[in-house]
T-cell receptor
Framework: AQSVTQLGSHVSVSEGALVLLRCNYS??????LFWYVQYPNQGLQLLLK??????LVKGINGFEAEFKKSETSFHLTKPSAHMSDAAEYFC????????????FGRGTSLIVHP | DGGITQSPKYLFRKEGQNVTLSCEQN?????MYWYRQDPGQGLRLIYY???????QKGDIAEGYSVSREKKESFPLTVTSAQKNPTAFYLC???????????????FGEGSWLTVV
């Protein structure tokens, strides 16, 4: 079985500050890991995806995430927050075998202050 | 452009009525999904289908029904048995998850259902 935990339902940063959104996963086999972004009243859009090719994954809009097996983490970062980054962010984990359906975290709302 | 189209964007349901949410994709994906989203609860899987004429219950299937008669279409019916249907509903699709769940899931723009 696989699971994912997003620490913090809300994260607040100032414009220009570092963004750090935390995601920890549980999987008995090597995982596939995803970060999605959701703007108000819209569907989810893929930010980036880890598939074991490289531990540091670069995504769209300046976001990146690092896979750390020893910490079972896949935290999302961005060096400098923009007002337009304000949105809901979801971490998801998939794996070999099992139900073949990725499991989503509960989401973290990113608030960006001017 | 390829994508997933959900309609309507906003729908109002009276008590005791069934309503159907439409989902169409032109990505040539075999797998399709329906999720329900409530504030603070993330995404919850209602139904999914890996292939035409086959579908499986997700975590919260009670009060919902689906059909998969065509590859590109996966409509969701919210029945009167669903006691608390007010939510944001997301349709999604992907390449068939045959041996792992690592294929990217693509989402539609969502539909708001409100009980009046």
């Amino acid at each position: 079985a696989q699971s994912v935990t997003q620490l913090g339902s809300h994260v607040s940063v100032s414009e220009g500050a570092l963004v750090l959104l935390r995601c920890n996963y549980s999987s008995s086999v090597p995982p596939y890991l995803f970060w999605y972004v959701q703007y108000p009243n819209q569907g989810l859009q893929l930010l980036l995806k880890y598939t074991s090719a490289a531990t540091l994954v670069k995504g769209i809009n300046g976001f990146e995430a690092e896979f750390k097996k020893s910490e079972t983490s896949f935290h999302l970062t961005k060096p400098s927050a923009h007002m337009s980054d304000a949105a809901e962010y979801f971490c998801a984990v998939g794996a070999e075998g099992g139900s073949y359906i990725p499991t989503f975290g509960r989401g973290t709302s990113l608030i960006v202050h001017p | 452009d390829g994508g997933i189209t959900q309609s309507p964007k906003y729908l109002f349901r009276k008590e005791g009525q069934n309503v159907t949410l439409s989902c169409e994709q032109n990505l040539n994906h075999d797998a399709m999904y329906w999720y329900r989203q409530d504030p603070g609860q993330g995404l919850r899987l209602i139904y999914y289908s890996q292939i035409v004429n086959d579908f499986q219950k997700g975590d919260i299937a009670e009060g919902y029904s689906v059909s998969r008669e065509k590859k590109e279409s996966f409509p969701l019916t919210v029945t009167s048995a669903q006691k608390n249907p007010t939510a944001f509903y997301l349709c999604a699709s992907s390449i068939r998850q045959s041996q792992h769940s690592g294929n990217t899931i693509y989402f539609g723009e969502g539909s708001w259902l409100t009980v009046v």
